[in-house]
């Protein structure tokens, strides 16, 4: 049973910082890609950064040279960290793998970013 575990968020002002953790279970962690994702209020949920077996990176645009995606293997974690956080920030942060045809998600952690 694949399960995926998130932690760190909480209430932080404008231009601070956070890092979430995704701890996860019943998966070859190593092997499998991992993204992060989010969703604020009332709008869809998006893909925020993503992490590949290799771990070669990629970002969206309104994170790039804020956020930083990283795995530890050895630990089964998945991280964000995020700087210079803004308002628009907020939002539940869901970590989310793949594979064999089955998509996995956490039940997110909540950031929100406000003074």
């Known amino acids: 049973q694949v399960q995926l575990v998130e932690s760190g968020g909480g209430l932080v002002q404008p231009g601070g910082s956070l890092r979430l953790s995704c701890t996860a279970s019943?998966?070859?962690?190593?092997?499998?890609?991992m993204d992060w994702y989010r969703q604020a209020p009332g709008k869809q949920r998006e893909l925020v950064a993503t992490?590949?077996?290799?771990?070669?990176?990629r970002y969206v645009d309104p994170v790039k040279g804020r956020f930083t995606i990283s795995r530890d293997n050895n630990k089964n974690t998945l991280y964000l960290q995020m700087n210079n956080l803004k308002p628009e920030d907020t939002a539940v942060y869901y970590c989310?793998?793949?594979?064999?045809?089955?998509?996995?998600w956490g039940k997110g952690t909540l950031v929100t970013v406000s003074s």
């Open positions: 992490i590949g077996s290799s771990g070669s990176t």
């Open positions: 019943g998966i070859i962690f190593s092997a499998y890609p």
């Open positions: 989310k793998t793949y594979g064999f045809g089955m998509d996995y």
